[in-house]
């Protein structure tokens, strides 16, 4: 009898030991076989890095500690010996890009990625399986993981004009995308309310137009109240914060605003601006907020711009923005009217698309690649390699897959996380009421519009932050990031046909929500708790 009982124990105890062990990983990775028993991590652990991923040595040994409380000692390059965690670059190994595989047991660790990112990506699902609520602190449970993306661009955009956001904040941000294995980080850089990048050869860009308030050019607006407000990062902040993030395996795009959306642009040199024989308002209410497209001068200023950008981020592409344009403003412009007559067009679409592919010609000579919002498609033809970013809803993405455009989904209606996330919540609402159920919903391949190769053309998805509401003291930019983000990463990274949106929310509330506190997140809760 006795005997029985302590069978029926033993069994018992085995069977919770297997369910003890839900690594309750985010994004959901694609293969996970799991076999009852842990790797216990010892106080005196190694990590050998390959050569090939040393850059980001320094940020390994430190999120491990964080994560795990053992402090590890790196070693660059092979090691073979037992109670290793090997990290190993493998550039034949057969799985897509950023793909790698994980195996844990008893003799220890290995991640193995195709590059240096997927090396990373593998070290990140790492550091949540020894995260996991589950899994008893100090150990990693056996398994062997094979995983890769769906997309090959998991972005997200965060607006540093309306708020500015000092770099240690964006350099915290970039590091949270990093552990969701979301691989760019869009740096909206400039627009009406400030411009925020240094650039030597137009100083007053960030000695006028990074300001406002009281005395200053530019209009005491958004959450300023009162005072001085403003900010901007030197171009030596740039390039750590560019460091920074390719150290977590993050390329940076930024942002030029350009030609609508420049208030602070006319407010720093106003003749850059068009001389109007009447003003017209922009959608947001500014006015004087146009580069003049008839000023000639106005593309050299934009050359020597674009090329202060293209040394400072080494990532293929510079977004060129081009959405709300004030077009308006260009019919009361002598000297755009001068353009249109000469090159014969009838509408200001027309001499917007002139003005696009003067830019790409510019961004081209730098060696780099136009990205923009998707008015660009506009007015005329554009070089096949600009990349569109359809913002205002999933047709416009397939009119540019139509058009031949490399694409990013970043649909308003979905992933704008300045959306309210219920209708007490404070937040836009031109878009949809957006809690994270929602952005989870988001499909970002239209299969019914497009054929196979055409697909193919959608190179990923993304997300954006606009700040105009993040003008209250309280840390809500990551409230209305997380975990709304978390959601995200899963519709960009994990295959489709694993989207479950339960089993997702069981994952984030029995584990994720709880990693994104120890990184520091002041996250939205399920119910919400603030605002
Ligand atoms: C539209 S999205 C804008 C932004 C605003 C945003 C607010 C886009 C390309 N332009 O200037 O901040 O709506 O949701």
């Not at 708020?163 to 995308?177: A, C, G, M, P, R």
């Not at 006028?208 to 990062?233: H, I, Q, T």
């Not at 649909?411 to 994270?436: K, L, N, V």
Request: net charge neutral; hydrophobic share 35%.
């Amino acid at each position: 009898m006795k005997k029985k009982l302590l069978l029926i124990v033993i069994f018992l105890s085995s069977m919770s030991v297997l369910k003890a062990q839900k690594l309750d990983l985010i994004p959901r990775p694609v293969k996970v076989e799991q076999t009852s028993g842990a790797f216990v991590i010892p106080s005196l652990v190694h990590i050998s890095i390959d050569k090939k991923a040393q850059k980001s040595a320094g940020y390994i040994a430190d999120s491990f500690f964080k994560n795990t409380g053992i402090n590890p000692k790196i070693s660059i390059g092979k090691r073979n010996q037992k109670n290793t965690i090997r990290l190993v670059v493998d550039q034949k190994m057969n799985v897509p890009n950023d793909g790698y595989t994980l195996s844990v047991a008893k003799t220890g660790v290995v991640v193995k990625g195709k590059s240096h990112n997927g090396v990373l990506n593998g070290f990140q699902t790492l550091l949540q399986m020894s995260s996991a609520k589950d899994v008893k602190k100090g150990t990693i449970p056996f398994v062997k993981i094979e995983d890769y993306p769906r997309f090959e661009w998991r972005g997200m955009m965060l607006d540093v004009s309306r708020q500015f956001f000092d770099k240690e904040t964006v350099k915290n941000y970039i590091s949270w995308l990093a552990a969701h294995k979301m691989n760019i980080f869009h740096w909206h850089l400039t627009d009406d309310n400030g411009w925020r990048i240094e650039i030597k050869s137009m100083p007053d860009l960030t000695s006028k137009g990074a300001w406002r308030g009281p005395g200053e050019v530019l209009l005491p607006s958004y959450g300023s109240g009162d005072k001085r407000y403003g900010g901007f990062y030197t171009q030596e902040d740039i390039k750590e914060v560019v460091a920074f993030a390719a150290e977590r395996g993050v390329s940076i795009m930024p942002e030029i605003e350009i030609p609508g959306h420049s208030r602070a642009v006319t407010a720093s040199y106003p003749e850059i601006g068009c001389v109007t024989t009447q003003e017209t308002k922009s959608v947001q209410g500014e006015v004087k907020n146009v580069w003049c497209v008839g000023r000639e001068e106005n593309f050299e200023i934009l050359d020597g711009i674009i090329k202060e950008y293209s040394e400072l981020f080494p990532f293929d592409y510079i977004h060129i923005a081009g959405d709300e344009v004030n077009r308006a403003n260009w019919e009361h412009c002598p000297k755009c009217k001068a353009v249109m007559a000469k090159e014969g067009y009838t509408d200001t679409f027309q001499l917007q698309n002139y003005f696009f592919r003067r830019i790409e010609k510019i961004v081209e000579k730098y060696d780099k690649k136009s990205a923009g919002w998707n008015e660009i498609l506009k007015g005329g033809e554009l070089s096949p390699k600009t990349e569109i970013f359809a913002w205002q809803g999933v047709s416009y993405g397939i009119e540019s897959v139509k058009k031949g455009h490399p694409t990013i989904m970043i649909p308003g209606q979905y992933t704008y996380f300045d959306m309210a996330q219920s209708e007490e919540e404070r937040g836009h609402r031109w878009a949809a009421i957006t809690d994270t159920k929602r952005v989870y919903s988001f499909e970002p391949v239209p299969e019914n519009d497009l054929s196979v190769e055409e697909q193919k053309l959608i190179k990923g998805v993304q997300g954006a932050l606009w700040s105009e509401y993040l003008d209250v003291p309280t840390r809500f930019m990551e409230y209305q990031s997380y975990p709304r983000i978390a959601a995200l990463s899963e519709i960009a990274w994990s295959k489709k046909e694993h989207k479950n949106w339960d089993d997702f929310y069981g994952r984030l509330t029995n584990s994720h929500l709880q990693r994104l506190a120890d990184l520091g997140i002041a996250f939205r809760d399920f119910p919400p708790t603030a605002i």
